[in-house]
């Protein structure tokens, strides 16, 4: 079993920036691919971004504006948001991956975190 808890969504200005946290526990460990995906009402969830050892990848609508990155230590993925625009309004959710590439997720999701740019 995997828990996943996110955090530090909330509302930010478009151009702002937003620190998004994952904390895992359970059946997890460092060699654990993690990935990042959002859902905006009435779409599909879409990933964003994963993490496995040094390296990472990014879904085009991202790349340059988020990052992705974890410290094992305490068993947390990160995702820094900057630039951020109205059409990254959206729950934000982690996920214990099954593959790190191509990305397939896992059944283990956490709550989500809501993020909403707005002016």
């Known amino acids: 079993q995997v828990q996943l808890v996110e955090s530090g969504g909330g509302l930010v200005q478009p151009g702002g920036s937003l620190r998004l946290s994952c904390a895992a526990s359970?059946?997890?460990?460092?060699?654990?691919?993690m990935g990042w995906y959002r859902q905006a009402p009435g779409k599909q969830r879409e990933f964003l971004a994963a993490?496995?050892?040094?390296?990472?990848t990014y879904a085009d609508s991202v790349k340059g504006r988020f990052t992705i990155s974890r410290d094992n230590a305490k068993r947390t993925v990160y995702l820094q948001m900057s630039s951020l625009k109205p059409e990254d309004t959206a729950v934000y959710y982690c996920n214990a991956l099954h593959t790190y590439y191509p990305p397939r997720p896992s059944d283990y999701w956490g709550q989500g975190t809501q993020v909403t740019v707005s002016s």
């Open positions: 993490v496995s050892g040094g390296r990472t």
């Open positions: 359970g059946s997890i460990s460092s060699f654990t691919p």
